[in-house]
DNA sequence: CTCGTAGATGGAAGCGCTCCCACATTTGTG
DNA sequence: CACAAATGTGGGAGCGCTTCCATCTACGAG
């Protein structure tokens, strides 16, 4: 018999150690350390001891090998690393998600799939199982995450509707279209006759949601829909829009923006130009996450409220973890509010 | 014979399986997996082609349960969410780290620690060890998390030097002192005499050390150290600092600011009290990670190339991980430089 | 006083994987 | 052509944990 290759000495103490030195079996240390059914105060104690003294914690590996879960989900944000650190929108995420994992003993992993290059890379992530299930949120048209995922079985749910998946897949979600068209029919009601908007990127339903919603009001209020400029919901993008949006249109009395920090990129433009807002031209964001407070004058906009989408969709991925074949309802929208402030 | 727990039919296959439908042993296709050392091109061949058509995928928690690697890194973040997803830093930060770790098959995992709360959690999941190594950004001198890390062998890197720890603790930190002794040099050439400071937190080493940098320039220069304020990098804090720096001192004609960040807040309150810049006071700030630019004026600040910083941190803990007890050495200074624009 | 039952316990069987080691086969060398 | 060295292969022993199941104890009811 040569020396076993990690000498017992060494390293973590293991169950078998805690038993040992709490005088029980095995089988019983490991009930008392997970939640103590069936083991008696005597057992229970010594165990607790043991555990103490031995500076014992159990080794996540050989534990999830058999119960087969990991106790962690993964957030994908399929984004470049610099919208996700600069959007407060992500900030609010997190902070739901992090909120009810507190509430279980559940841990984050973090995906940034800059798309691209690591999208292979987070896909064999997620197929291997390294996590229970997934929340994705800024999904875009191209990187088909939604199919993946159901091909690989991992439960998962989305922040704003999804592509494609049809009714396999969960999602919670804001009425984009409602909320938008809410905003547009304020602005026509202060007697805006020539509305403009900068609409998200073309790829996200959250942004083509938000431009249907603004045709609509257009429509019914028997307004040209004409003046339209796209973004990617950065400030930088935001400030493209507007400049070109009113070289083509200078004629704009309302403008109607599908996120606050676009917005607040258009407004610094506009008062480049010179153009008083609300009074030359009244403005409405979307987003409602602090940046809509401070900017001058302040924004009037549409309140999506981030942290309880977040919570709400966290909260639906860890039911389904915990029975994946429920059928539970899988959507939850939730209504979005118009915030008036002082842009219009 | 009962029915095993798990029906070999559900589930993912298992390397068994693989091994059986390549016609070659499971160590056989283990090695033919994992880097093919002393495999043959024909048993290669047969295990690659089993892999594909079971899709296979090997089951992480196995694998670690016998190498004691888990492939994954933490990166410990002891901030407030809000903070983590506004601050330029971090993201740089993240480049950087998954820039590197994407050249090995390494996974990352951003620990969140919130102050108060969390850091328990954050401390049970590093010494469970469910990550290799842990990478700490933005340290203060509260969390004890060096000691923390020191205590459980956790491979670790610190970016910026830790409060404690001596020389057990690896980091990777730019000159802070001569960096903003530097910046205010610059101030006191272009004629300052009466130059105030907006710091950062007390209880961070990188703050602490601008502000020593700051004194240092003005004992040599003769000039009065008193005009100092308080901040915790954040743009907000930088107004507030501001204002009252501003009330107490109103002579002031220099300005020296902890972060780019709070500088930009500063600039805002200073245009608000109609001081020209850099005429009546000049400003320079720390960091430079973009936002220095789209101020106005754009700000003259040090670079602290975060990235690289990061990278650098990244690639000094994978070697630890690699090799724990090697005494390589533990820490990177990396020089800052001085970029000139308009505030100064 | 016996029996049924619920609670507590430990033995043992794996979970899916890596890697040591012994053995078989090929290749190289004088 | 003999023998050594290199190369390829499979058997099998775990890694540390949970959980099934059989067993044992204690206790109140009949």
């Given at each position: 018999m040569t020396t076993p290759r990690t000498p017992a000495s060494a390293g973590q103490p293991t169950l078998d150690e805690v038993a040992r030195v709490a005088g029980v079996s095995r089988a019983t240390a490991s009930r008392a350390i997970n939640?103590?059914?069936?083991?008696?105060a005597r057992a229970q104690s010594a165990v607790d001891t043991a555990v103490r003294t031995l500076g014992y914690v159990p080794n996540p590996a050989a534990r999830s090998l058999v119960t087969r879960r990991t106790d962690s989900i993964a957030v994908v944000v399929p984004e470049p690393d610099d919208r996700v650190f600069s959007d407060p929108f992500f900030a609010g995420t997190l902070r739901g998600v992090t909120r009810v994992l507190g509430e279980r003993d559940i841990q984050l992993v973090l995906l940034l799939?800059?798309?691209?290059?690591?999208t292979a890379r987070t896909l064999r992530y997620l197929t291997n199982r390294h996590v229970d299930g997934a929340l994705v949120v800024?999904?875009?048209?191209?990187?088909r995450l939604a199919e993946h995922l159901a091909d690989i079985g991992l439960p998962c749910v989305f922040g704003g509707r999804p592509w494609t998946g049809g009714d396999r897949v969960a999602y919670v979600d804001i009425d984009n279209v409602a909320g938008e068209r809410e905003a547009t029919e304020a602005l026509v009601a202060r007697g805006c006759t020539r509305v403009g908007t900068i609409a998200?990127?073309?790829?996200?339903t959250a942004a083509e949601d938000r431009l249907a919603g603004w045709r609509q009001a257009m429509s019914r209020a028997g307004l040209?829909?004409?003046a339209v400029e796209h973004g990617d919901f950065t400030e930088a993008s935001g400030e493209a829009a507007a400049r070109s949006l009113m070289e083509r249109h200078p004629d704009l009395d309302g403008l109607v923006v599908a996120s606050d920090l676009m917005a607040a990129g258009a407004l610094r433009v506009l008062a480049e130009l010179g153009r008083r807002v609300p009074d030359d031209i009244a403005v409405v964001g979307f987003d409602d996450l602090g940046v809509a407070e401070r900017t001058t004058p302040a924004l009037t906009t549409v309140r999506q409220p981030v942290d309880e989408m977040a919570e709400r969709a966290t909260r639906l991925l860890l039911e389904r973890v915990d029975e994946p074949d429920s059928s539970r309802p899988m959507r939850v929208i939730i209504p979005p509010t118009l915030v008036r402030r002082a842009s219009a």
């Open positions: 939640g103590g059914q069936r083991v008696s799939a800059r798309p691209g290059a690591s800024s999904h875009h048209r191209d990187d998200g990127p073309a790829d996200m040209a829909d004409d």
